[in-house]
């Protein structure tokens, strides 16, 4: 039982930035990775960017040298640091966790509401 709460969307010209924020609470054992997915309309929900516990990234190639992922461990927080942002960014993003549950040996997976970002002059 998982919740997260995201911020940071919005609206920003073509080359502007954007800082996105996610929060994990809720009864959970511990967080093993949290993350950053999106879907633009008619498309698949594809990876951003991930993190885990220990501090491995991943990124799509598309926003390698663009976007920077980072982490509280304390504050089971994450963050997506948005630079020079293109029109082929909007989409809706959406963080996601990958956690134990409490009190058992099980994994589970939680995804937050959402946040749009639109890129547009």
């Known amino acids: 039982q998982v919740q997260l709460v995201e911020s940071g969307g919005g609206l920003v010209q073509p080359g502007g930035s954007l800082r996105l924020s996610c929060s994990a609470s809720?009864?959970?054992?511990?967080?093993?990775?949290m993350g950053w997915h999106r879907q633009a309309p008619g498309n698949q929900r594809e990876l951003v960017a991930r993190?885990?516990?220990?501090?491995?990234?991943n990124y799509a190639d598309s926003v390698k040298g663009r976007f920077t992922i980072s982490g509280d461990n304390a504050k089971n927080t994450v963050y997506l640091q948005m630079n020079s942002l293109k029109p082929e960014d909007t989409a809706v993003y959406y963080c996601?966790?990958?956690?134990?549950?409490?009190?058992?040996?099980?994994?589970?997976?939680?995804w937050g509401q959402g946040t749009q970002v639109t890129v547009s002059s």
């Open positions: 993190m885990t516990r220990g501090g491995t990234e």
């Open positions: 996601n966790a990958g956690y134990w549950v409490l009190g058992a040996v099980r994994f589970n997976e939680a």
């Open positions: 809720g009864s959970f054992g511990s967080i093993a990775s």
